[in-house]
């Protein structure tokens, strides 16, 4: 490399043949991988996500640093190697360039893999839920980068809502602030990850990938920037009804303060805590939301490339 500040990246051969063959691509976040669950139950998670993208006529782009190189796209033999790893750090905007010029291997978050995706000209990503603003944000202004990546990088982003550990109407108020456009699909209620219902409107509703990929070319049009947010509810049979999981989610909460557990770690302690307390169903139930979103993420891609 003759320039010493130009970008380390590499992509994979799926994803470069994509890229010149005009073949519409996903990008897929890393931290669900290294921080959502052990091996092997992750390798298989997103090897199944991957399978599922090719299946609907696009091709998945798994993000991640590995010894200071940006992934767009992962080699099986990579994917398998970041899912055994243990001390992948959780990377979004504030360190993504951090790994990037110190050699560190880490997984990207909604906001990391955002700003990858959108400098790799990748225009959908699909993830679990994103992060938002914590309950009693109000005291520890706990806020996710997530909401201010969505404001600012042309990227759709298909998530089951956001993550109902979560302040859910604030998450939504910031949203509506920044001029983020949330479109629930095929509902009025916004979803909330493990549950089909928040208890919250949805600001704005489509019920196909092809309006939304309609949606998304007006804008441009239009000269709007930032991103879209799609709210994609659970499939019925997958859910954990939102007032059974309120519960869950309270005993975490509590677990977490009398822990104090803080920052970066409470979203993986929430997560894990609730795994326990719901007896593996938390677990079951974010696999197939997370599968479901790449099905409707590969689907808008392939709308948006039509």
């Known amino acids: 490399m ?41 390798l298989e998670m997103a090897q199944s996500v991957e399978e599922i993208i090719r299946s609907e006529g696009a091709v998945p782009a798994t993000i991640a640093v590995i010894n200071g190189n940006l992934h767009i796209g992962l080699e099986p033999s990579e994917l398998e190697a970041l899912a055994r790893t243990s001390d992948a750090m959780k ?32 225009h959908v990503f699909a993830t679990g839920g994103i992060g938002g603003v914590h309950r009693k944000a109000e005291e520890s202004f706990d806020i996710s980068a997530d909401l201010e990546e969505l404001s600012r990088t042309p990227v759709i982003v298909v998530s089951a809502g956001a993550k109902a550990i979560l302040d859910v109407p604030k998450t939504l108020e910031v949203l509506e602030t920044k001029g983020v456009p949330v479109v629930t699909l095929g509902q009025d209620d916004f979803p909330a990850f493990w549950s089909r219902s928040s208890g919250f409107k949805s600001p704005l509703r489509l019920d196909s990938a092809e309006r939304i990929a309609a949606f998304q070319h007006m804008r441009e049009s239009l000269g ?13 049979k997958d859910e954990i ?34 795994y326990y307390l719901t007896e593996g169903r938390s677990l079951t139930t974010n696999i197939a939301l997370v599968e479901n979103n790449a099905r409707l993420a590969a689907k808008i891609a392939v709308a948006l490339a039509a």
């Open 2 to 42: 003759t320039d010493a500040h130009a970008l380390p990246v590499s992509y994979s051969s799926e994803v470069a043949a994509a890229k010149a063959n005009g073949v519409p691509v996903v990008a897929l976040e890393s931290t669900i991988i290294t921080h959502g669950m052990p091996y092997p139950g992750n």
């Open 91 to 122: 990377l979004s905007r504030a360190d993504l360039a951090f790994a990037i010029s110190e050699g560190r291997t880490g997984a990207t978050t909604v906001a990391a893999t955002m700003i990858a995706a959108a400098r790799a000209g990748i």
């Open 224 to 236: 709007i920037a930032g991103g879209m947010l799609i709210g994609n509810p659970v499939p019925e």
């Open 241 to 274: 009804p939102a007032g059974e999981m309120e519960n869950y989610i309270r005993q975490a909460l509590t677990n977490a303060g009398e822990k104090g557990i803080a920052g970066k770690a409470v979203t993986p302690f929430l997560l894990s805590d609730i």
